[in-house]
């Protein structure tokens, strides 16, 4: 029930295509889902995050889209750069307690120029 | 503002050689710190967590240990390395009440 289960595990997506990151969650008291971007050699970086009073975030080229019903979560990142070539990783946590963060097993993406 | 710092960037250790890794955050109080290990290519795995000086949560047994002595110091060891504990060693932090976690930059460690 802990679990966050992503996929896909791997995306090639040409530059200016939609790369799509899907995560689901089973954990009906996770209420904080935010994405993490690494790259190689790097530690993670927040990159955007979504609490389940909404539907969807946007922050500039990266959009998170939240099914509270279907306990799914999904990064988009519009018009896909050659720099957004990373490792993502999405997560969730409960506000409540001790607020340990459940990663999914993360997603390489790499946009071809 | 607050920040992790996290050393040494790189290590080749001997296997049987002990290990110490620290980290340390600035800019905040009581956070809750974690290290992480991540193999090439691969997920995120939680190793230890704190919520205190001298509390410290083991997620999975292993070879490895950890202390926190200090409110903002956090510390990685080993006595003995051992080959599968090559890997891409990651300190976290998150506020004592609150979401998120900042990663600090990571430590690539090769047992040879």
């Known amino acids: 029930q802990q679990q966050v289960k992503q996929s896909p595990q791997s995306l090639i997506v040409q530059k200016g295509g939609i790369s799509i990151i899907n995560c689901a969650y089973e954990?009906?008291?996770?209420?904080?889902f935010p994405w993490y971007q690494q790259f190689p050699g790097k530690g993670p970086a927040l990159l955007i995050a979504?609490?389940?009073?909404?539907s969807e975030k946007k922050e500039g080229r990266f959009t998170i889209s939240f099914n509270k019903s279907a306990k799914q979560f999904s990064l988009h990142i519009m018009d896909s750069q050659p720099g957004d070539s990373a490792t993502y990783f999405c997560?969730?946590?409960?506000?409540?307690?001790?607020?340990?963060?459940?990663f999914g097993t993360g997603t390489r993406l790499l946009v071809s120029p | 503002s607050q920040t992790i710092h996290q050393w040494p960037a790189t290590l080749v250790q001997p296997v049987g050689s002990p290990l110490s890794l620290e980290c340390t955050v600035e800019?905040?109080?009581?956070?809750?710190l974690y290290w992480y290990r991540q193999a090439a290519g691969r997920g995120l795995q939680l190793l230890f967590y704190?919520?205190?000086?001298?509390?410290i949560s083991s997620e999975v047994p292993q070879n490895l240990s950890a202390s926190r002595p200090q409110d903002r110091q956090f510390i990685l060891s080993s006595k003995k390395l051992l080959l599968s504990d090559s890997g891409f060693y990651l300190c976290?932090?998150?506020?004592?009440?609150?979401?998120?976690?900042?990663f600090g930059s990571g430590t690539r460690l090769t047992v040879v």
């Open positions: 976290a932090w998150s506020p004592y009440l609150g979401n998120g976690y900042t």
């Open positions: 954990n009906t008291a996770f209420d904080y």
């Open positions: 979504i609490r389940p009073d909404v």
């Open positions: 997560a969730a946590s409960e506000s409540t307690g001790f607020q340990k963060l459940v």
């Open positions: 800019g905040t109080s009581n956070p809750n």
């Open positions: 704190s919520v205190g000086i001298g509390q």
